[in-house]
C-alpha cells in the first residue's frame, strides 16, 4: 500500500517512517511513503499556508489553494487512493475501519493545523474525515500516523508472525488474553501453573477464557455486538456460577 502523507510539519513523520514495523514494511516493499509539504504548494514570497477566517474569530484557517495543490499531487501519482482528512469531525477510527482501508491501493491523508481546513477543501477534495477518538490536537499528523499505523500493520506480510493479526485483541471481538515471560517467579508473583505445564489444549483454553473474562470486566459493551460461541457461554454460566456461590453463601 502507498501512504501519502500532506503537511505542514513534515520533519514529524522522519522518526515514524524510520523505526520499527513502517520501517521494516518500507524496507520488504509490503508499503512506501511520500510525504507532502503542503508549504511546497503555497505561492508567494511567503508561502503563506494560513489565513484570517471570514466572519472574524480567533486563531487561523489552513488555506484551500496550498491544500488543493498538495492532494491534486498525491492524485496524480495514486488517483485510485482516496483522500482522508483527519479530523475530530471524523467517522471513529477502528481496527473495523483499519481493515476497511487496507483493500485500497493507497491512502492520502490531509492533516490539518490552526483552526482546521477550509470548508471547501473538506467538502470537494476529501473523500473520507476521520477521527482517532473524542479530543482535539494540534495537527492532524498524530491521527495520520495511527491511521497508518494501524493500517500497515493489516497488510499481509507486514507483521512477523503469519497469524500474529489474527491473534490480536479485537480481530476476533475480544480483548487479549495476559501475558507472561520469564522470571517464573516475580516480586513474589508467580506465572501461572497452566502455562508451564506443557498442555497446549489446556493453555489455549486458559487463554481463550483469560480473553473473555477480562472482556467482560474491562470492555463489556465489545460483548454486546458480539455472538457468543457455545463454549464461551459455557464458560460465562461456569463463571456466573462461581459468582452466585460468593453471593449466597
Ligand atoms: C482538521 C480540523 C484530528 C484537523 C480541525 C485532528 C484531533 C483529531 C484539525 C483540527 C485534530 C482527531 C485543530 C481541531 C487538527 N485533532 N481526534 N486537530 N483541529 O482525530
Known sequence: MNFFALTLFPELFDAFWAHGIIRQALLKKKITQSTLNIRDFAKGRHR??????????????????PLAGAIRAAKKMAPDSPTIL???????????????????????????????????????????EVSIGDYILTGGELPAMIVIEAVARTLPGVLGGSDSTAKDS??????????????????????????????????????????????????????????LSTLERQMLKKWRSEIDKIIYA
Open 48 to 65: 503563506t499556508a494560513d489565513d484570517k477566517p471570514y466572519g472574524g474569530g480567533c486563531g487561523m484557517v489552513m488555506k484551500p489553494e
Open 86 to 128: 483527519l479530523t475530530p469531525q471524523g467517522r471513529l477510527f477502528t481496527q473495523r475501519l483499519a481493515r476497511e482501508l487496507s483493500v485500497y491501493d493507497g491512502l492520502i491523508l490531509v492533516c490539518g493545523r490552526y483552526e482546521g481546513v477550509d470548508e471547501r477543501i473538506r467538502t470537494d477534495l476529501t473523500d473520507h
Open 170 to 227: 479485537f480481530s476476533d471481538g475480544l480483548l487479549e488474553h495476559a501475558h507472561y515471560t520469564r522470571p517464573e517467579v516475580f516480586e513474589g508473583e508467580a506465572v501461572p501453573e497452566v502455562l508451564l505445564s506443557g498442555h497446549h489444549k489446556e493453555i489455549e483454553k486458559w487463554r481463550q477464557e483469560t480473553s473473555l473474562i477480562r472482556t467482560f470486566l474491562k470492555r463489556p459493551d465489545l460483548l454486546k455486538d458480539r455472538p
